[in-house]
């Protein structure tokens, strides 16, 4: 027997995900259901993967699959029966098209390099401090590293705080390339890159952030991002 809040987020999951092809963040779940606080939207998740009605799958990017419905929900007419409900396994991406990940799939590890700013500039990228599999084709070629996001500044862009950013290494970028960029020799920073004139803007995707201008020569980009990976517990 499901809670009443449980009901309406599995439902909201399954629902999202068929429309979609994106499982809804944290963030909308919590608006969905008028909840205070993202913790909430976490208790309700556990309750729901607890009594078997989802799963999260580990090392997989923003994945939950939705393995039953309640019968109530079929008995409505509102979804599929569960035991005609396949499962709803969603890859995140920046082109809006979810995947459902083979389990055949060849997968990389990538070196998690640290914390990433999307807010105020921290200390420079740190050595690895784990590796992460990541599926082979959310990469394509080159180098790549990992970082987690520390901060709020690029949500507009769908980057949120405790995300695990995929970086291609490289040092040059173009305009409206979301960037690592070392400021400095010291800061590093998530941000997209606006060349303007002789100089660098460094923007944020949240209004509450102002864009930081620099001389080309005290920014050096460090990658570019590729994916994004991002976890439920």
């Known amino acids: 027997m499901l809670t009443r809040k449980q009901h309406e987020l599995l439902l909201f999951i399954h629902q999202r995900i068929k429309e979609t092809g994106v499982s809804p963040s944290f963030d909308e779940m919590k608006g969905a259901l008028s909840l205070a606080s993202k913790s909430g939207v976490h208790r309700l998740i556990t309750a729901l993967e607890e009594r078997g009605f989802i799963r999260r799958l580990a090392h997989r990017a923003r994945a939950l699959e939705v393995l039953k419905l309640p019968e109530s929900a079929a008995a409505e007419g509102t979804e599929e029966k569960s035991a005609d409900l396949g499962p709803n396994v969603v890859r ?34 740190q050595h690895e401090t784990d590796r992460l599999p990541v599926a082979s084709d959310m ?3 080159g180098e790549h590293f990992a970082l987690e996001v520390h901060g709020d500044s690029m949500i507009e862009a769908g980057i949120l705080d405790g995300d695990t950013v995929l970086i291609r290494r490289c040092d040059s970028a173009d305009t409206g390339d979301i960037v690592v960029a070392l400021v400095d020799d010291e800061e590093a920073t998530l941000k997209k890159l ?13 209004p509450e ?14 990658g570019k991002l590729v994916g994004l990976l991002r976890s439920y517990h």
């Open 92 to 125: 995140a991406d920046f082109t809006g098209q979810g995947a459902a990940p083979s389990e055949e799939r060849g997968t990389i590890d990538v070196p998690l390099l640290g914390r990433i700013a999307a807010g105020v500039p921290i200390s420079a990228i």
């Open 194 to 206: 606006r060349k303007k004139g002789g100089s660098v803007a460094l923007e944020a995707a949240n």
């Open 139 to 141: 990469l394509g070629n």
């Open 209 to 222: 952030y102002e864009t930081r201008i620099f001389p080309p020569h005290r920014v050096k980009v460090q």
